[in-house]
């Protein structure tokens, strides 16, 4: 297997000590605690407090500044502690954040990640067994009943729609800036944007080209969402929608002339190998020879550092349990294999796109 050499050094040589890995193995056990635990000390301010602190906060200053028993603030900074949250200074007994606790409330990936697995996919991991074994989303039910997450996306709770947006908006917005320079690189006039979602590419393609005119293909639910986002911003009039679900094979693109770019922004990894050829097979079809497909992905084998692979091939498993119980996050030789069986080949592949999207550029073979 192919892996890019941040991900090769750590995944094929062992890398912990016997104490080391033993610790590992009880973090594992006691994963869905530990997880519980890191939530709540920064959901309640605590972690930040500290951080604030001028020489950290004992138990009682703590429990005294969040109103909170004395009981519940040792529970949790003494498991804070052991987690490797905070440390503590053995003369003052005030608790200070360690690097780990300093990037549970500053790195936005990690905030993003928490909420989502929360909100969205806590209770649904319980059913992940039960998934794997029939390859359908068996957790979904904990949030609704549907075929998959897709089509109750748009009638989910408030705040776990909130924080499911939160996730996709924040892994594909950051890599957006680099995208538009590579897709109008091309100075492509027509765009069909394949799961276009709420519009923000869109939205952003029409305000960086004032030709350009995009077509947006989602499930119709979603086509909804997506007008009332678009309504009365910058170049809104030159957005279409089109409701279609691809899961339905007789269900084709718009054909009226190829288009001269095709977008899927991860929407390729909502898919199973053998739904992904039928998709680009279909794209093919609004394709001519000067027709370039972008798949802009987040592929785990190609990532430059190792924390990204390892959300990458966990985030495979909320499509596992959650999502729809057959897609996952890609590795890029596996994608490439479904390109080449729709009838497409890769011209170029750039990497490294802001939280560690790929852009495979496509055309007709
Ligand atoms: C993970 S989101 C990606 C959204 C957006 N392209 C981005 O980069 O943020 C996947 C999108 O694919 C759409 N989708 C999922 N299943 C679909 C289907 N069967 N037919 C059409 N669109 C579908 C979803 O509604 C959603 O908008």
Redesign the pocket.
Known sequence: MNLFPSLKQRYTKEQLSAREAQRLAEFIAFGPVIFQTARILAKWGILEMIRNSESGMTIHEVAEKTKISEYASKCLLEAGLCIGILLIDENSDKFTLSKTGWFLINDPATKVNIDFNHYVNYLGWFNLEEALKTGTPAGLKTLGDWP?I?EG?SSLPKHIQDSWFGF??FY?DNSFDEALEIVFAGKPKTLL?V???TG??ALRCVRHDADVKVTI???PQ?IALMKANIEGKEGAERIDGLG????DESQEMPDTTPFEAVWM???L??FSEHQIVSILKRASKVMNKDSRLYI?ETFWDRQRFEPAALCLTLTSLYFTALANGNSKMYHSEDMERLVNEAGLEIETIHDNLGQGHSIMVCKLK
């Open positions: 998959t897709y996306l996709d908006h594909s944007d799961g276009g979602n923000r590419w293909l989602d499930l979603q279609a679900d691809l899961l922004s991860q929407f990894d909502c802009m």
